[in-house]
Structures are given as structure tokens and as C-alpha cells.
């Protein structure tokens, strides 16, 4: 079995931050790409950061330069801290991990079960 639970999210004022944390636990063999994407109320879910096993990282426009991805392959955690937060911002934030569970397996996707942010104006 394997688990991806997120923290850190939270209520916070416009201009404020937030770290969040995601950690993948139980049988893991290989973790390729890590993600975090996110969905606020009436929208579909979007892609807002990808980091990949190597270290390289995609933002999407509208958080650059603001939130920062990353990840420690020992702990098999990745992080997200967020910074300037606007309320646009607010949404349910989910982890997402493409997987192998197995030396002989297949990579699989993988979701957390989401976290909520919250930005006040």
C-alpha cells in the first residue's frame, strides 16, 4: 500500500506564505516526477509545479517567481513553498506522484488526498 499525505496548508492574508509538504510512504521502489496541482471551487484541476527526479522544475505562469517546488529523494517528500500568496490562490492543493512500486513493476500515478489554502483579501 502506498499513501501520499499532505500538510502545512492553511489560512493566510494576502502577501503571506505557506510551506507545504508532501511525504509518499510505504513499498516505493522509484519516484520519477513529483506534482502538485490545484483546484478551487467551479474550476478544474490544474498543474501548478513538476519536479523531477533529477532535480528540474516547471512552474505554471501564473505562480513563477513566487512558489518554489522541491524535493528530498531521501524522505521521499516533496515541498511547495508558496509566497506572495494572492486570494487567487486559494484553492485545495494536491500532491501527485508517478510511481514504482516494484523493481519489475510499471510507474503509476499516484494522488494525494488534498490539502486546503485558504488567502484572504
Known amino acids: 500500500q502506498v499513501q501520499l499525505v499532505e500538510s502545512g496548508g492553511g489560512l493566510v492574508q494576502t502577501g503571506g506564505s505557506l510551506r507545504l509538504s508532501c511525504a509518499a510512504s510505504?513499498?516505493?521502489?522509484?519516484?520519477?516526477?513529483m506534482d502538485w496541482y490545484r483546484q478551487a471551487p467551479g474550476k478544474q484541476r490544474e498543474l501548478v509545479a513538476t519536479i523531477y527526479s533529477g532535480g528540474t522544475t516547471n512552474y505554471a505562469d501564473s505562480v513563477k517567481g513566487r512558489f518554489t517546488i522541491s524535493r528530498d529523494n531521501a524522505k521521499n517528500t516533496v515541498y511547495l513553498q508558496m509566497n506572495s500568496l494572492k486570494p487567487e490562490d486559494t484553492a485545495v492543493y494536491f500532491c501527485?506522484?508517478?510511481?514504482?512500486?516494484?523493481?519489475?513493476?510499471?510507474?503509476?500515478?499516484?494522488w494525494g488526498q488534498g490539502t486546503q489554502v485558504t488567502v484572504s483579501s
Open positions: 501527485y506522484a508517478y510511481m514504482k512500486r516494484l523493481p519489475g513493476g510499471r510507474f503509476e500515478n499516484y
Open positions: 510505504g513499498s516505493i521502489f522509484s519516484i520519477n516526477t
